[in-house]
């Protein structure tokens, strides 16, 4: 899979040479590169913000060098790519869409920062992609990169071979739309604290009920919305 991403902070993005997602670049099932949107600009301060229409708090991203940008990123671009904003504003990001774009060729992700990105972009890039604005969750961070540093590692873990064990994909929280059950290794007792009896019966069966029941249990404690659903 093939991600772009652009944003005013290029470097936060060396993180992800780290961990499983390194290497996964380095084997080449994952192609990321990173643009700074300031490469974009034509003026001796790399000027990306300008003051909102209508007045109010706060600068806007100009229209101008996020055109260059996606322009560049999707051009030789062999099909229509996905092409994520960020936003508090968007639909809420979950395992299901993660699962979805683990399956294209090609994401690209546009970071904003200040008070958002001018609207015509996002119309502007429907013409280049299918496009879709992704929130996190209920709050507010700065700008989009923490996000994406976020999206990008749900997505790229369920790339088939970037995780050496697909099974352990399969027993997670979400997977089932229930929260994962608890887990234990030795010693069997520790600072007074044993583990569950049942995990060291043998008994596979009732293993595996016990820990149904744990994640029925812990999804009605903690997110009864999930069993709503
Ligand atoms: Cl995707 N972006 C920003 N800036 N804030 C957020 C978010 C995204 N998701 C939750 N808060």
Not at 84 to 101: C, H, M, Y
Not at 157 to 183: A, F, K, M, Q, T
């Amino acid at each position: 899979m093939r991600i772009d991403v652009v944003s005013i902070f290029p470097t936060i993005f060396d993180a992800l040479e780290v961990s499983l997602l390194g290497k996964a670049r380095q084997s080449g099932l994952l192609d990321v590169r990173v643009h700074d949107l300031r490469d974009y600009t034509h003026d001796r301060h790399r000027t990306v913000d300008d003051t909102p229409y209508g007045g109010g708090a706060g600068m806007v991203m100009k229209p101008a060098p996020w055109g260059e940008a996606l322009d560049d990123v999707t051009r030789d671009a062999a099909a229509s790519p996905v092409i994520v904003f960020p936003s508090p504003a968007g639909e809420r990001f979950t395992q299901k869409i993660a699962r979805e774009l683990s399956t294209e060729d090609h994401l690209v992700f546009g970071c904003g920062r200040y008070e958002g990105i001018d609207e015509r972009v996002f119309d502007y890039a429907a013409d280049l992609g299918r496009v879709r604005l992704l929130s996190l969750g209920d709050y507010v961070l700065n700008g989009g990169e923490v996000a994406v540093m976020a999206m990008v590692e749900a997505i790229g873990r369920l790339i088939p071979g970037v995780v050496g064990n697909p099974e352990s994909l399969v027993e997670e929280s979400h997977e089932d739309g229930l929260l994962e059950y608890p887990s234990f290794t030795k010693p069997a007792s520790w600072r007074g604290r044993d583990v569950p009896p049942v995990l060291l019966s043998g008994n596979h069966g009732a293993v595996a009920t016990w820990r149904r029941e744990q994640q029925l249990e812990r999804t009605r404690e903690r997110r009864p919305d999930l069993l709503a659903d």
